[in-house]
């Protein structure tokens, strides 16, 4: 019995000892991100077209519930998803070009042992989020469009059938600039929005962890990704609504 027990306690250092390979865990490719946006899109999209709606309207009652109550007369709960196929075009351009060159950048400028420090991370944030937000800008102009013309007079609306519909009709009209009208903002919030939810999820992150209610976890990472979320949005909410109204415009409108 003492023998089995020394041979088994012999074996296990050896086990301990052995200098086993590291396997790293597969990074996803950057595709995925955009997948996952599109995904997303399935319910965040009514948010959207309610908040597109409210940023365009003039004078008074433009309130949540009147819009609502607007948008269903409209077209019922389908009337929600007004765009829907402007809205997966600008994922796969926006938010695919923001994580190939966000993943791109990272490569290049980590260290030799594979770290990256917060500023260098920073950086490439707001790059990447400034090449994604002029990749998106067509398909942006196109969904805020499509979003918002249930609430024009009949006259006045552009009844896009689709977002390349869309593209084609802005082009014969407006000229190909008219694919980036709005860019300046657009391009504007992506780097706000990405440099925001950088350092305030850090900053968020932390603060949680300094009380008693936190431990390193989905619940914690949850939390922090909200507020960085609210912080963020809230800084570029009036390069939002600047960029909206000027997509939003036709090309005699005084916005440029």
Request: contains cysteine.
């Amino acid at each position: 019995m003492a023998d089995a027990n020394v041979q088994a306690t012999i074996h296990n250092q050896i086990l301990a000892d052995k200098e086993w390979p590291v396997v790293k865990k597969p990074h996803p490719p950057f595709y995925f991100g955009g997948f996952a946006a599109c995904a997303a899109n399935f319910f965040t999209h009514p948010l959207d077209l309610l908040k597109v709606r409210q940023q365009t309207m003039k004078g008074t009652g433009n309130g949540l519930v009147h819009v609502v109550r607007g948008v269903f007369a409209e077209g019922g709960m389908l009337g929600f998803y007004n765009g829907m196929s402007a809205a997966v075009l600008r994922q796969m351009t926006y938010s695919m070009a923001r994580f190939a060159t966000y993943e791109e950048l990272k490569k290049r400028m980590s260290r030799e042992d594979g770290s990256l420090p917060f500023y260098r991370m920073a950086v490439a944030g707001i790059v990447a989020g400034a090449v994604g937000g002029i990749c998106g800008t067509p398909a942006d102009i196109v969904l805020v469009r499509l979003q918002n013309d249930g609430s024009l007079p009949l006259a006045q609306r552009r009844n896009y059938k689709h977002a390349i519909d869309g593209l084609v009709q802005i082009t014969r009209s407006e000229g190909p600039r008219g694919l980036f009208k709005g860019a300046v903002p657009n391009v504007s919030r992506a780097m706000l929005m990405t440099g925001a939810q950088l350092c305030s999820y850090d900053a968020f992150k932390d603060l949680l962890l300094s009380t008693p209610y936190f431990t390193n976890g989905l619940a914690l990472h949850f939390s922090a990704s909200l507020l960085s979320g609210f912080v963020a949005t809230t800084i570029t909410s009036p390069f939002d609504v600047v960029k909206t109204r000027v997509m939003n415009a036709g090309p005699t409108s005084p916005y440029r």
